[in-house]
């Protein structure tokens, strides 16, 4: 293989001050199959992984060309399955921002909640770290706040659209945090002991031998000194895991209280008093959900669903702007849906084709 690419790669993870690991972690492969790409010592690339590497890097539009390219992968194979490439646009800084309704994954994608955030990121300020639960109904966005909490603290301004740079100083108090991403509908996080590893590896504290994942929890206890954030998706399914016993739950309440420097921030339909009645009811009773603060996700403003808008691939006219805002009221999963039917139907009839596909998310 050209040693082209390796030479790109070791140039990205060295300008954004990232380490092999952290990549590895991202896109699912090991440390040591980064540090032989890096070396060229890989003949044919997986061009899905090395999309899913550019994706994690955040290159820009002009750097990713060139990093595909250099991997031997054509454009065809440089299309990450987690975005809707269909309906993508590039700004006026050329920055990728796309019509979709799946959960976001880049920073320069996420839109709104301004508000929210900086409330949630207050719960983060000083030690000891709070504990977040925000809820919403579907489709309102969860998993897609959690993917943004993650990625914005490491984010340069360089790859943001320009309104996003705007009020995000409050951010490089951040930078430094551990941000673990944990969605139980994964099959490893269905499991304590390959729950607990998996934490462990991506604070850089994995022993090299524990067998039982008590001992696995209590070096997580005693020996985590950075500031970390554990973002979990989908908890309903996690409490519904048979493996995932009440044990499981009131270690995790152990380490809420006992870990300064440790905050849960958690994602769910349900408000604290239903996840609790729903653990009990499971027979996983734990006061594990009494230690978090509760947050309310809401609909867009509608400044911020106007900012969304701007970037459709079509001018769009006021009324059809004023017809999705009113109704989507404001959601940004509809707003989705009825910007990406105004863009694919022809003629007058779009409107009723966005009310049927309203209709039947409902």
């Known amino acids: ?13 060295g300008d954004k001050n990232l380490k092999r690991n952290w990549l590895g972690r991202e896109i699912g492969v090991s440390e040591q199959a980064i540090g032989k790409w890096i070396r060229g010592e890989v003949n044919k690339l997986d061009c899905y992984k090395i999309s899913k590497c550019a994706d994690a ?79 919403g109904p579907k489709n309102s966005g969860k998993s897609s706040l959690l993917n943004y909490l993650r990625q914005i603290p490491k984010t340069s301004h360089n790859n943001l659209r320009e309104k996003q740079c705007d009020d995000h100083s409050y951010l490089q108090n951040y930078k430094n945090y551990n941000w673990v991403f944990v ?38 206890s005693n020996y985590l000194q950075k500031p970390t954030i554990l973002l979990m998706d989908n908890i309903k399914k996690g409490l519904q895991v048979e493996e995932l016993e009440v044990n499981f739950w009131w270690n995790l309440r152990y380490l809420a209280n006992q870990v300064n ?8 339909r349900y408000p604290l008093d239903e996840l609790a009645k729903l653990a009990e009811n499971l027979g996983k009773a734990s006061p594990f959900f009494n230690t978090f603060s509760q947050f309310q996700l809401e609909p867009f403003t509608e400044e911020e669903a106007r900012e969304l808008l701007k970037y459709s691939p ?15 009221q404001c ?26 596909k309203i209709r039947l998310v409902h």
């Not at 293989?1 to 993870?13: A, N, Q, S, T, V």
């Not at 079509?314 to 989507?328: P, R, V």
């Open 331 to 356: 959601w940004p999963f509809l707003i989705q849906i009825l910007l990406k039917t105004r863009l694919e139907e022809d003629g007058e009839n779009w409107q009723a084709v966005g009310k049927e």
């Open 57 to 135: 890097l955040q290159l820009n539009p002009i750097q990713r060309v060139e990093f595909m390219e250099a991997a031997n992968c054509s454009d065809k194979e440089n299309v990450s399955l987690d975005c809707d490439s269909s309906k993508i646009k590039l700004d006026e800084n050329q920055r990728i921002v796309p019509i979709t309704t799946r959960p976001i994954l880049q920073a320069n994608q996420f839109f709104g909640r301004n508000t929210l955030l900086k409330r949630i990121f207050q719960e983060w300020q000083n030690l000891p770290l709070q504990h977040v639960l925000v809820i």
């Open 261 to 268: 420097c440790l905050g849960f921030c958690v994602v769910s």
């Open 1 to 13: 293989m050209d040693k082209k690419f390796g030479i790109l790669l070791e140039k990205h993870l």
């Open 183 to 220: 969605n139980f509908e994964q099959p490893k996080m269905q499991n304590p002991k390959s729950f607990f590893r998996y934490i462990l590896n991506a604070v850089d504290l994995l022993p090299d031998q524990v067998q039982d994942w008590e001992s696995l929890t209590e070096i997580l």
């Open 314 to 328: 079509k001018d769009l006219s006021e009324n059809d702007i004023q017809w999705i805002l009113e109704q989507s």
